[in-house]
């Protein structure tokens, strides 16, 4: 089975631009959520969705935004990018709830 | 607020030498405690999930256990493949919260 899928894998912006990562969970799973690791720190919570529905939102500004699809994919998209947005940028997906959430592979953003 | 503290920062170990990685946390209503292997430049990996107070879990060299304010990750006879740094969350409203991670090395 496969399991979470992002792309781009790697990813080089301007600042002020803007960026779209997607997000594929593993089969079955209906909750997807976006997390910021910056390096030598944790994953920082960004946005949680449940059967297309945003659940939870991180203490990150509104130049922040996702959505979810019908079949239960997801994108994060971040306008009017500053240097402080590089970063690896993970999804998780899973059953929903206290369910164990798995990870997929992140994508590298380098803000220039 | 829920918070995870993670101790050590890193630790370096030489291949055999037993330890345990240390995860405090605060959090209103434990929904789960999570433990995840991360190597550098990839997403993390899921090893363990603990509910309660007193609960352990073992896979190969690991163990978890969970008390009601603290959980240990207990690692037995390491070799260098264990090496990566080893990040524990707790489920909080609709998020999981994070620990900074252990960076642990093994030494062969």
């Known amino acids: 089975d496969a399991g979470v899928t992002q792309s781009p894998t790697h990813l080089i912006k301007t600042r002020g631009q803007q960026v779209t990562l997607r997000c594929s969970p593993i089969s079955g799973h209906k909750s997807v959520s976006w997390y910021q690791q910056v390096l030598g720190q944790g994953p920082q919570f960004i946005f949680q969705?449940?059967?297309?529905?945003?659940?939870g939102r991180g203490n990150f500004p509104d130049r922040f935004s996702a959505r979810q699809f019908p079949n239960y994919s997801s994108e994060l998209n971040v306008n009017a990018l500053l240097l402080g947005d590089s970063a690896l940028y993970l999804c998780a997906s899973s059953f929903g709830g206290r369910f164990e959430a798995f990870f997929g592979q992140g994508t590298r953003l380098t803000v220039v | 607020e829920d918070q995870v503290t993670q101790s050590p920062e890193a630790l370096r170990l030489q291949e055999g030498e037993s330890s345990s990685l240390n995860c405090s946390y605060t959090?209103?209503?434990?929904?789960?405690l999570f433990w995840y292997r991360q190597d550098p430049g990839k997403g993390p990996e899921f090893l363990f999930t603990?509910?309660?107070a007193g609960e352990e879990k073992e896979k190969e060299r690991l163990k978890a256990t969970l008390t009601k304010k603290e959980s240990f990750l207990h690692i037995t006879a390491p070799k260098p493949e264990d090496s990566a740094t080893y990040l524990c969350?707790?489920?909080?409203?609709?998020?999981?919260?994070f620990g900074q991670g252990t960076r642990l090395t093994i030494n062969p």
């Open positions: 603990l509910y309660s």
């Open positions: 969350a707790v489920q909080g409203d609709q998020k999981l919260v």
């Open positions: 969705y449940y059967e297309k529905e945003e659940r």
């Open positions: 959090v209103s209503g434990l929904r789960g």
